[in-house]
């Protein structure tokens, strides 16, 4: 193990008590994010079914080093027995593969509508709405440097959109949630993309929740709310009662910003295919499916495992609906809600989606362990779902940004070695391809 | 008689102004006994002793970085700190072995994990432990974490309405959702005379304000727990389904308490001195169902009996029951093994396909463990449920062996087990798994839960879903959607 203090040979007299008390447990904990994948048993008490030990510890690694783990991690699938876990690729034989030196194209298109600001991210992923008050600033602003640094996005959520955020606005969506906190028109208008968040996967059918404990006086502040008091915004839209008030929504949005695109973000309930269509026709460039398996923030144990489908299995549906409705190439196609691993994007692409919303992955990254208490107390001991000042301080930006980073870094790199093995030049070849799936259940 | 002071919700022509909306009154009520905790913590002593001195140096005695714990959850904040960890503080964020590896252990505690049996497993007590003691609705963060999918209740999810739904925000909303149902016989139309006097069969029905009732297998209920039981279900307006002998005790909650009547209980029927709202008749007898029917003209009778008699309840229809609480052993199996869930459909769709399942009310017990259950199974065509085991837990009950057969199992309750405390840990589960049923049934935009019964078009199997999703792709076996 590393040094465990904060930095030697600094003089302890110009630092206060906090401050020595953060540094020392950031670097413990930095320390440790690099240890645990690298000792021969994990922590005993790591890890679910959807989540196992060695796919955390994975995401860790890939983190720290931007390549996935070559040391015998499982950085591939988690253990629950189903969806994207009894999914594998059908590779060529080797002799067939794409020569390594061989250009791969994992770029995206955002909106295909044929009209309008024409936007293309370099890979197939970016990073999903968590609110501010779910996560902290400091979390917010290293999803956004990595967004920047490789020209993709990540999203406000739907808690408001702190200034600090502003150098960023050209690779941040602008989220519009039910709660509607801290939607203005100059954040609207700050936005490349607007995000309408009908339903989000963790909870279906149910507004976002942010319980009292982490509605500071700053997070009150931002959502024009009272502190310490819970927020539990309202389901759905309460001027959105059908498709075509939908369309009045969708209007609004292009008449305070006619450049942004419009992304609508749905959970999967059994008539998914029709609400994607709904929201095609209603002028959506990105239809955004939420699976029921995802969700950083709280939410009621009934809603994560009860309500909605998981995302496996709706992203077949809307996808061949928008095909018999000759639409499916107007419209983007993101998933989200249980997809962790870069084979998971892959699978789901190949089972018809143009790219994939990362939120847990993110935050794994970034020292998550899936613990399941960021709605407790003061939030997230590691500093990543709470708004605390003090426990907020130990995610530093620049090394959250960094790890961020190096995960995409190595998310592509799996992304270009699976199409490699499958003989496709461009992950946009990937998309729909069932064919080049196998089941192992 | 004791008039049950919480009441369906109605507005009676004579009090309009009496109208409240139906509540039940919550309050914290902590466990009893400490079960074991969820983790356990070690730390090894030399390493953190080593620590401590390597620590005090580099901060040249400046305590508040040296004391600082890698908890926040108060693990570490005993006198001797972290060696003597409380263990049961932890919740399992592994902060503190992150920062320290060398020297800090947390793992899973195994004896809390042998809690239950082998199918009320130690995740259900837990849930069931929080809402029982906080009336609330089990909240976390991070997503979920279990597996994919599975057999029974874990092979199916509810629907929910994307945007045209006419439910506002489920629990936290304005607008109510009723989750009140009928128990009895409703025709399926009136019949008018002449004189526009109706005649033929008449509505035989009441109403209680929540799908749940709460159902005491004989051997389980010692006297206290049916005066607990009683008293709870009197206080939300339900029903406890106790054994005879019990109710005969418990006269003073005749609107509370249906009596289970066995047939050697025929020739003493007569010892019941009041009109209990529902009698069930423990397995078929005619004499004493029409006994019970002449006695008790203003009660419901009711037929308990297996699901297995699936077969024969459209005899018992013809007989003239039209109440059937239809029972699954305590794993929600039935005699042939079948689940409860298959079981439901199955028995409500017999009466569909007979055009009779307005007529009927179907009470459902057996392996319904869980407040989505209860969702889960009003949607596969029960009217309500009575719970049985959840009460136990709810009660601190420990599993002597696997609890399947009511004959058969076996639980322990706390020595300290008072009335008072017993009842509103029953009235907080109730409250939680009837605001998540209120969840349930807001995210599919249903206004009452009797709308909600055998609404197959608002479930989602796994079984028809991955066979819809997967079909195509090679190796796939699970037949066609």
């Not at chain 1, 989220?175 to 490349?192: D, K, N, S, W």
């Not at chain 2, 600082?68 to 060696?83: D, K, L, N, T």
């Not at chain 2, 239950?116 to 997503?143: C, H, Q, R, W």
Request: contains cysteine; glycine residues 10%.
């Amino acid at each position: 193990m590393t040094e465990t203090f904060a930095s030697p040979g600094a003089s302890l007299r110009t630092f206060t008590g906090e401050q020595l008390i953060v540094a020392k447990h950031v670097a413990n904990l930095h320390n440790g994010f690099a240890f645990w994948p690298r000792a021969e048993e994990g922590p005993p008490a790591l890890g679910d079914y959807r989540w196992t030990e060695d796919l955390i510890l994975a995401t860790w690694l890939m983190a720290e080093t931007g390549r996935p783990p070559q040391n015998g991690l499982e950085y591939k699938v988690g253990a629950s027995g189903g969806g994207f876990d009894l999914l594998d690729f059908k590779f060529l034989p080797q002799d067939q593969w794409l020569p390594v030196g061989v250009e791969i194209d994992l770029s995206i298109p955002l909106n295909k509508r044929g009209e309008g600001v024409e936007i293309e991210i370099p890979i197939p992923i970016y990073g999903g709405g968590m609110s501010y008050g779910s996560v902290s600033e400091q979390v917010m602003q290293s999803r956004a440097r990595a967004a920047q640094k490789w020209g993709t996005f990540t999203s406000t959520g739907e808690g408001g959109y702190p200034l600090s955020l502003v150098p960023y606005k050209d690779n941040i969506i602008t989220q519009v949630a039910t709660g509607m906190f801290g939607v203005r028109e100059e954040t609207i208008q700050y936005a490349p993309i607007v995000e309408f968040k009908y339903a989000q996967g963790a909870k279906p059918g149910l507004g976002g929740h942010l319980l009292g404990d982490k509605a500071t006086t700053t997070v009150a502040a931002m959502r024009e709310s009272v502190p310490w008091v819970s927020l539990f915004s309202p389901f759905p839209f309460h001027s959105v009662y059908s498709v075509e008030d939908h369309r009045k929504h969708v209007d609004w949005i292009r008449t305070t910003n006619p450049r942004a695109l419009v992304s609508v973000k749905v959970s999967t309930p059994t008539d998914v295919d029709m609400v994607a269509v709904g929201s095609y026709f209603a002028g959506a460039n990105i239809v955004h499916l939420d699976g029921s398996y995802g969700g950083t923030g709280a939410a009621p144990e009934i809603a994560k495992k009860n309500i909605a489908m998981p995302i496996e299995f709706a992203i077949p549906r809307v996808h061949k609906y928008l095909e018999s409705e000759n639409v499916r190439d107007q419209v983007t196609l993101m998933a989200s809600g249980g997809v962790r691993t870069a084979y998971d994007i892959a699978k789901a692409i190949a089972l018809g989606v143009d790219g994939c919303v990362l939120g847990t992955a993110e935050l794994v990254a970034i020292g998550c362990t899936r613990c399941s208490n960021c709605e407790r107390g003061r939030g997230c001991p590691f500093g990543l779902t709470t708004t605390d000042p003090l426990l907020s301080q130990l995610m530093p930006v620049d090394w959250g940004a960094e790890r961020l980073s190096n995960l995409y870094e190595a998310y592509a790199f799996q992304l270009r070695d699976i199409l490699r093995k499958l003989g496709l030049k461009s992950i946009r070849a990937l998309r729909g391809r069932r064919d080049l799936l196998k089941y192992i259940g | 008689m004791r008039s049950s002071s919480a009441g369906p919700n109605l507005v009676t022509q004579e009090s309009p102004s009496a109208y409240q909306r139906y509540h039940i009154s919550t309050r914290l009520a902590p466990d009893l006994e400490k079960w074991p905790s969820r983790f356990k913590v070690h730390v090894r002593k030399t390493g953190l002793a080593k620590l401590l001195v390597k620590e005090l140096i580099h901060y040249r005695g400046r305590l508040a970085p040296v004391l600082s714990r890698p908890c926040m959850y108060g693990v570490f904040s005993g006198p001797i700190g972290g060696f003597a960890p409380r263990e049961h503080l932890c919740v399992g964020c592994l902060r503190c072995t992150t920062e320290f590896p060398d020297f800090v252990r947390v793992e899973h505690n195994a004896e809390r994990r042998k809690l239950g049996d082998s199918y009320f497993t130690f995740n259900y007590m837990d849930a069931i432990s929080y809402e029982a003691s906080t009336g609330l609705i089990p909240v976390k963060g991070a997503g979920y974490r279990g597996k994919f999918g599975g057999e029974g209740w874990d092979g199916m999810w509810t629907d929910m309405s994307e945007i045209v739904r006419p439910t506002r925000d489920g629990i936290h909303g304005r607008e109510f959702i009723s989750t009140v149902v009928d128990i009895g016989y409703t025709p399926n139309f009136l019949l008018f005379d002449e004189n526009d006097k109706p005649y033929g069969a008449e509505p035989h029905s009441f109403s209680i304000p929540l799908p749940i009732l709460f159902d005491a297998s004989p051997n389980h209920s010692a006297e206290k727990l049916a005066g607990i039981f009683a008293l709870a279900a009197d206080q939300i307006g339900s029903l406890a389904v106790l054994p005879f002998d019990e109710v005969l005790k418990l006269a003073d909650f005749g609107e509370s308490v249906a009596p289970v009547l066995l047939p050697e209980d025929g020739n003493r029927i007569h010892e019941l001195d009041f009109n209990p709202r529902l009698i069930e008749m423990q397995g078929w007898d005619q004499p004493l169902f029409d006994a019970l029917g002449e006695r008790f003209p203003e009660s419901i009778v009711a037929l308990r009996t297996g699901f297995e008699t699936e077969e024969t309840l459209l005899q018992y229809f013809d007989r003239g029951v039209r109440v059937f609480h239809l029972l699954a052993d305590l794993h929600g199996r039935s005699m042939d093994g079948r689940f409860v869930l298959d079981l439901i459909r199955t028995a409500h769709k017999r009466f569909v396909d007979a055009g009779v399942r307005q007529e009927v009310t179907l009470i459902g017990s057996g392996g319904i463990i869980a407040a989505e259950h209860v969702a889960k199974a009003v949607l596969c065509g029960l009217d309500a449920v009575a719970l049985d085991t959840p009460l136990l837990v709810a009660l601190q009950a420990k599993f002597n062996g696997d609890a399947m057969e009511r004959g058969n199992s076996s639980f322990s309750f706390p020595d300290s087990l008072s009335e008072e405390w017993g009842v509103q840990r029953l009235k907080n589960l109730a409250a939680s798994w009837r605001d998540q049923l209120l969840e349930v049934l807001g995210a599919m935009g249903l206004r009452e839960v009797r709308r909600l019964r055998g609404e197959m078009g608002r479930a989602m199997f796994m079984r028809t879903l991955e066979a819809e999703a997967f079909a195509d792709i090679e190796g796939y076996s699970g037949g066609s959607p």
